[in-house]
Nanobody, 126 residues
């Protein structure tokens, strides 16, 4: 069974930068679409950023201009570069993937992803 493993989450101060990584347990599966979601305590899971196979990205309005999603297709890995972090970015961040090449309008739909990681905690606090 394919697994996604997130790493990179930690405690940072407002304005800091952080890079999250998401790696798969196998290199044989092609995850055409990958995305990052997050869930803060007491809140529903929300879409952060998604990237289609070799083209097309989508971001939540709350992170647009601050976060950048990228892929390493050879390693079936995804990354989330987070700059200018704010306290409201505090959440558990989850990586998700699907073997389908989703259309851009579906990148934010959590139900479209069949593989999920366990999450990594990001805390932004002074």
């Amino acid at each position: 069974q394919v697994q996604l493993v997130e790493s990179g989450g930690r405690l940072v101060q407002p304005g800091d930068s952080l890079r999250l990584s998401c790696e798969t347990s196998t290199r044989t599966l092609s995850l055409y679409t990958m995305a990052w979601f997050r869930q803060a305590p007491g809140n529903d899971r929300e879409f952060v950023a998604g990237i289609k196979y070799r083209t097309g990205t989508s971001y939540a309005n709350s992170v647009k201009g601050r976060f950048t999603i990228s892929r390493d297709y050879g390693q079936n890995a995804a990354y989330l570069q987070m700059n200018s972090l704010k306290p409201e970015d505090t959440a558990v961040y989850y990586c998700a993937g699907t073997s389908r090449n989703l259309i851009t309008s579906s990148l934010g739909n959590g139900e479209a992803y069949e593989v999920w990681g366990q999450g990594t905690q990001v805390t932004v606090s002074s």
